[in-house]
């Protein structure tokens, strides 16, 4: 059997770019008389900007500290030992950087049980242990914690999750095995797998001590201080720390049945994390903790070794490092500054435009519409909203205050615009109404203004052809809901300068969003693959499928919505207008749908209805299902899953050789970040390739192997 040194030692070698973490021990005697303490201070050297993680390093250190400490409490040198982390971040759980290097299931294993190993040293110490979470603490951070005797958790802590199967791993340093235990199934299948799987919700440091997760919660600003004069407690004895009674009944086949209910709705069973991590769970029910780590240890194994967690790292990485460096934007020094910002529309969506560059630039945003009714409603729109975020307490009074007098309305675009930086048009999706708009501000707006177009499909150079400068014309695709949705699609029309472009990104970061570069083709990325997608669906539905079997095909997709309930979500008459759209541009590949025109005709919101009696379950509607006129071929919920993802990796294979975007990268990331599409299916192009779809359609894979995949 190989020593735990001699195991993250060989796994250290595959690894030689780890972030080292440092395991620093230091002495002190606790207040009170209570005896002296050994802490140990996890610290990569970086500032909280690059968090401490755990590599196979970081944990030969933290298993030196150990050795030292366990030396010292056996010959009653100490009382107790605790660990805590450098300011603002505590751990943020093992390297991903590492594990994508990984190309066998015994070197997963090694990862997995080199963990465990080092960790549950600090619960076998001859004296009590304890965990100051100070700071951000995510996955295998959280586990370190929880093989300690006891927890303090600092309120001013932002951000604490075991986000694993989000990832599309299991928690495997413990979570799984020690958390239901600590503090009972339900909690635990609401922090692994619940808030998981909605996008990685994260817990506050109070919200961690109700959930009883830490014994006690203190300020920040004295955060240590207060947890060592309260360890000084328990020890002396002045402290008790009780927990409640855990339900190890019919409380916990609930709590489990319930977490599967939530995986079923989230991924359809088509990612196994979830399911693997709650089979932990239910095993763990007995309390024997190290039949709980051997499973752990074989469940990551196994998922490292699978597609979806490459998927989800690789998806992770798009966001966090991709995301912040859109591909194909001009330098930031050509940006110019915007001090003043127009929107015209008064509608919901520009109000919803208006709201977010006042708040993301704090400058004055001035909207303009056809009537004065119409302008005061979207005046009237943003000061509500801004009196919503005083009431939850976002923002105070004088906040309120100044942002309210930063935005106002005019129905002259002359009076409104001279002196704007950057206007954006929110009308009506058609290119005559669009040019009309762009001629007016032209007319008006200062020489070097940014013109930006809100437009979800028409042609942004065509839109400028008129202008006597259409240099200054960008596409600036926001998605709806636009404060929830990170990505913004930034399009470069045939004129368009690189000091409008880079104006652009610049304003995109200030607003924090995803800004993707995008050629000026047909309804660019997300609405054309999205379109493409619904419409082999409409298609199946129109020859003779039943709406429920089109529907459920791409339920394994695991997608947020439904087809249907998303084109609700979009509105029909929007999906009509941007098939119709495409259908001009690319006829053999682009229908519309007569069904779809007869429900936009009829004036209906969706195909569904929502009854109380019913859940609210989406039903087919009556009233449509008569409209229907369907022919008599009848596929197979296989059959449609396989013309809906061919159509997809076609059309993504014909816009990568169009230029539409950078790489295949890009169509991920803007899946994710505007349509919502899941993680652990790395957007859209690592499970074409996963699937064979790729090689079937196009003869090659979108990403090179080892890239969202298993290495070679």
């Known amino acids: 059997m190989s020593t735990t040194a001699e195991l993250l030692k060989g796994a250290a070698e595959l690894f030689p770019d780890e972030v080292v973490t440092s395991a620093h021990v ?34 030969a250190n933290l298993n030196t500290a150990i050795d030292q400490v366990e030396a010292e409490a056996a ?31 015994d070197e997963a294993l090694a990862i997995g049980k080199g963990g465990h190993d080092v960790f549950k040293r600090l619960s076998a110490l001859a004296v009590p242990t304890f965990a100051y979470y100070n700071g951000a603490a995510m996955g295998g951070g959280v586990e370190v914690g929880l093989h300690c005797t006891y927890r303090t958790v600092s309120k001013a802590l932002p951000a604490f999750s075991l986000p694993e199967v989000f990832l599309g791993l299991v928690p495997g340093w413990g979570g799984c095995a020690i958390l239901p235990n600590l503090i009972g199934a339900e909690k635990a299948v609401q922090v692994i797998i619940e808030n998981s799987l909605n996008q990685n919700r994260q817990l506050k440091g109070k919200q961690v001590f109700e959930l009883g997760i830490a014994d006690a919660l203190f300020e920040g600003a004295d955060f240590l201080e207060q947890s060592l004069i309260w360890t000084a407690g328990v020890l002396n004895g002045s402290v008790a720390v009780e927990r409640p009674e855990i339900d190890r009944g019919e409380g916990w086949d609930a709590a489990v049945a319930r977490g599967r209910a939530i995986a079923d709705s989230k991924v359809h069973g088509a990612a196994p994390a979830a399911y693997r991590a709650l089979d932990i769970i239910e095993a763990a029910k007995d309390g024997d903790l190290q039949k709980g780590f051997d499973a752990e240890d074989q469940a990551l194994a196994d998922l490292i070794m699978g597609g979806e967690l490459r998927s989800g790292i690789y998806a992770f990485n798009l966001v966090q490092k991709r995301g912040k460096r859109p591909a194909g934007a001009p330098d930031k020094s050509l940006a110019r500054p915007v001090t003043k910002v127009g929107v015209v529309g008064a509608g919901l969506m520009a109000s919803q435009l208006a709201l977010l560059f006042l708040r993301r630039l704090e400058v004055p945003v001035v909207l303009t519409d056809i009537d004065q009714e119409r302008v005061d409603k ?54 005559s109404v669009k040019q009309k708009v762009f001629a007016e501000v032209e007319a008006v707006a200062p020489a070097h203004a940014i013109l930006a177009t809100n437009t979800s499909s028409l042609s942004v150079s065509e839109m400028a052809s008129k202008l006597r400068h259409p240099e200054r014309v960008v596409g600036f695709h926001f998605f709806n809901p636009v404060a929830v949705l990170p990505l ?14 880079a104006t652009a990104f610049g304003v995109a970061k200030k607003l924090k969003k995803t800004a993707v570069l995008t050629k000026d083709a047909p309804a660019f990325v997300v609405n054309r693959i999205l379109t493409r997608f619904m419409g082999e669906i409409q298609n199946v539905i129109d020859e003779g499928t039943s709406v429920e079997t089109a529907e459920k095909a791409v339920e394994p997709l695991g997608l947020p919505m439904s087809p249907l309930v998303l084109l609700e979500l979009v509105g029909p008459a929007i999906g009509l207008h941007v098939s119709e759209t495409l259908n001009r541009a690319f006829p053999e590949r682009f229908t519309v749908s007569p069904n779809l025109k007869a429900v936009v005709e009829a004036g209906k919101r969706g195909f569904y209805v929502y009854k109380p009696e019913n859940g609210f379950k989406p039903e087919l509607d009556p009233e449509v299902a008569a409209l229907l006129k369907q022919g008599d071929t009848v596929l197979t919920e296989q059959q ?17 050789e169009e230029g539409v975007v950078a790489e295949a990268q890009d169509i991920d990331l803007c899946l994710i970040t505007g349509a919502g599409w899941p993680f652990h299916l790395g957007g859209i192009t690592p499970y074409l390739d996963r699937e064979g779809v790729s090689e079937r359609v196009n003869g090659k894979r979108f990403l090179a192997q080892g890239v969202a995949s298993v290495p070679a």
């Open 378 to 431: 979207g005046v009237g729109y943003v000061h509500g909203e801004i009196d919503k975020l005083l009431g939850k307490g976002r923002i105070n009074q004088d906040k309120a205050n100044r942002l309210k007098g930063l935005v106002s309305g005019v129905l002259d675009k002359a009076e409104g615009f001279a002196d704007a930086d950057f206007v954006i048009e929110a009308v009506f999706e058609e290119m």
């Open 26 to 59: 230091r002495h002190f005697e606790l207040p009170a008389g209570a005896g002296r303490f050994a802490l140990i201070t996890l610290d990569n050297g970086f500032d909280h900007t690059k968090p401490t993680t755990f590599g196979p390093q970081s944990l």
């Open 75 to 105: 010959n009653g040198e100490i009382v107790a030992a605790g660990i805590t982390g450098k300011p603002f971040i505590f751990a943020v759980g093992a390297d991903l950087k590492g594990v994508e290097l990984l190309k066998k299931h």
């Open 488 to 501: 913004l699609e930034i399009v470069k029309g045939e004129q368009t300068d690189d000091a409008s472009l």
């Open 640 to 656: 449609v899953r396989d013309r809906v993802l061919d159509a997809v990796a076609q059309e993504i294979g014909l816009m990568l």
